[in-house]
């Protein structure tokens, strides 16, 4: 989440994740976040409200799936 931050010492990239995610979600129009958590445990990671703001989010089941790929072919 900071900027210019890296997960290595010697790199140093340019914006946060978020604004990364961002540049994702504005160059793919049609573009969903699979979510293998449950979707119970969302709403206790601070990471996984941060991307929901950025990307439809949807569980990493079956059902998820589902409703992800109904979601995409809706915005048609």
Do not use: C
């Amino acid at each position: 989440m900071h900027t210019n931050g890296s997960i290595y010492i010697d790199e140093s990239e340019v914006g946060t994740g978020q604004d990364r995610l961002k540049f994702l979600a504005n160059t793919f129009r049609h573009a969903v976040w699979l979510n293998p958590q449950s979707e119970q445990e969302w709403r206790y990671t601070y990471t996984v409200g941060m991307i929901r703001q950025v990307f439809p989010m949807f569980e990493l089941t079956l059902d998820g799936l589902e409703k992800a790929v109904q979601h995409l072919m809706a915005r048609n």
